[in-house]
């Protein structure tokens, strides 16, 4: 959330292939404006933060480290 409350960036991660994540981030685009919605009817702020979402790769990044460690390691 930024300090003024009206944008929000939403991370997330899918377990899968690059398929399953783009179908992911579609899917949470289109629905960006009904959980906006529902945040509407359970925050009582004066302005509704617009969402944003983007993926987490960090999950992505670990198993590529971890991958170069056991490399490393032998």
Sequence with gaps: ????????TIFFSVLGDS???????AGLK???GFIRSK???QLNLR?????E???DETEEE???????LR????
């Excluded at 398929?19 to 981030?25: F, N, R, T, Y």
């Design 1 to 8: 959330m930024t300090k003024d409350l009206r944008h929000a």
């Design 19 to 25: 398929v399953g994540k783009s179908e992911a981030w």
């Design 30 to 32: 289109s629905a960006s």
């Design 39 to 41: 945040v509407a009817k």
């Design 47 to 51: 302005f509704v933060p617009s969402i």
């Design 53 to 55: 979402f983007t993926y």
């Design 62 to 68: 670990a198993r590529r480290i971890e991958s170069l």
């Design 71 to 74: 490399v490393a390691k032998s």
